[in-house]
């Protein structure tokens, strides 16, 4: 008999979908109800980083109109976004916050404060905006209004950047072009940016491409309309881990809330685990679907060849190296792992351990985490997860999952 796995909604579309619902109760448009699965009201603390930083912005906004209304000063007054350490909720309100012409301070955590961002900041500043950045305090302040005219990115560095430029130029007065460099990572991303735009009627028209560039036409002054009712699907991210870990044990699982026609480009993990089951060495393209390599490189101990995944830069600048996290996990198992001519190299099978031994994983990553947990259906030895908590960045009740699927008999948690 199946267990049944209740997947908790997509958090790369609450943010996209919440920036855009904002945005049309903004302008004046009736608002769109969101609905989906939060495991009773449950959020990861990604989505509340960015539904925090919409309720702050949002006051703020209500405050200004009223002020103007009634015809008094506006207080120079700049709301504080604590963001934490979700990457999409400030890349995503940073360039908002930019065209709102409003004015953040954005406060982050350390591994947050890491992580690229100069890119979208430099792009800001030659736009129209004032942006600084605090190393001590950890904060970066935004003043002033974006201007409409050109944008330019690398393509290489995040996808996020992009996104967030193309839920903020319509507001603009004017027309914009969004120039991206490329190669484009997670390209996936992108799409569903646009797709989840269309759906709110706004108009991001791909303009030129080429070998070099791909450049969109973002038309100002458009109006956000949502459809009235927005729901949002499953999460195709974590998804992957119970696919994977039906094909490692056997055990049928039932994943409530999964749209097989996703427009989530970690859907792809299906034909990822159709092509590692063939005989042979492969290679698995996940210059789109970074996320899904801690997983994948799980699945490829079980297989008797070779698997290398290519594509695979943007994992050393996540929450933490995950290159190097991968590395550690598959080494601490007695697995194969070799970092190849920039692509991840695993060889089939483990290397036998002695009876007794634990695995000790150490990590405030969640991807990490439950990467852990996976290869401890595999594993020899049980798996020690200290860090284990981090998994509430996007699945707050994974272990709980775990444990009724019935596959947390090697996990202990520290």
């Known amino acids: 008999m199946s267990v ?50 919409i309720d702050r912005l949002q006051a703020m906004t209500i405050s200004i109109k009223k002020a103007e209304m009634r015809q008094h000063s506006v207080n120079d007054f700049v709301p504080i976004l604590p963001v934490g350490d979700s990457g999409a909720t400030l890349r995503f309100m940073l360039p908002l916050v930019g065209a709102l012409g409003v004015g953040a301070k954005f406060v982050m955590d350390e591994s947050l404060y890491r992580r690229p961002i100069m890119t979208l900041v430099t792009t800001l500043k030659e736009n129209g905006c004032s942006v600084t950045l605090d190393d001590d305090k950890r904060v970066i302040n935004i003043r002033g209004k974006l201007n409409p005219g050109e944008y330019r990115l690398k393509g290489n560095v995040s996808s996020q950047f992009v996104s967030g430029l193309m839920m903020a130029l319509p507001i603009l007065e004017d027309e914009s072009n969004l120039i991206i460099e490329k190669p484009v990572i997670s390209k996936s991303y992108i799409d569903m940016t646009l797709n989840i735009l269309q759906d709110f009627g706004i108009s991001v028209a791909k ?51 999964i749209n097989t026609n996703s427009i989530q480009g970690d859907s792809k993990v299906r034909d990822f685990i159709k092509q590692m089951d063939a ?93 852990a947990a996976l290869v401890s259906l595999i594993s020899k030895s049980p798996v020690i997860i200290d860090g284990w908590k981090s998994v509430s960045k996007s699945y707050p009740s994974f272990f709980k999952d775990l444990k009724l699927a019935g596959m947390n008999d090697k996990v202990g948690l520290a």
Request: glycine share 10%; with cysteine; aromatic share 8%.
């Open 4 to 53: 049944t796995i209740n997947l908790l909604a997509s958090k790369s579309i609450f943010h996209r979908v919440s920036i855009c619902t904002f945005l049309e109760s903004l302008q004046g448009i009736a608002s769109t109800v969101v609905k989906g699965n939060f495991h009773e009201g449950e959020l990861s603390t990604d989505m509340k980083a960015t539904q925090e930083s």
């Open 279 to 371: 005989e042979g060495d492969v290679t698995i393209d996940c210059t789109a679907t970074p996320d899904l390599v801690p997983n994948l490189a799980v699945l490829a101990l079980s297989r008797k060849n070779k698997t290398r995944f290519a594509g695979i830069d943007a994992l050393a600048s996540k929450e933490s190296d995950r290159i190097k996290g991968i590395e550690e996990i598959i080494s601490a198992v007695g697995g194969k792992f070799v970092y190849e001519d920039g692509d991840i190299v695993i060889e089939g099978g483990l290397e036998e351990k002695e009876d007794g031994e634990f695995i000790y994983i150490m990590t405030q990553d969640h991807r990490m985490a439950m990467m």
């Open 207 to 257: 303009k030129h491409e080429s070998h070099e560039i791909v450049e969109y036409t973002i038309m100002g002054n458009q109006i956000f309309r949502g459809p009235g009712e927005y729901k949002i699907e499953g999460d195709w991210s974590s998804a992957s881990f119970w696919l994977i870990a039906e094909k490692l044990t056997g055990k049928p699982l039932f994943l409530q809330g």
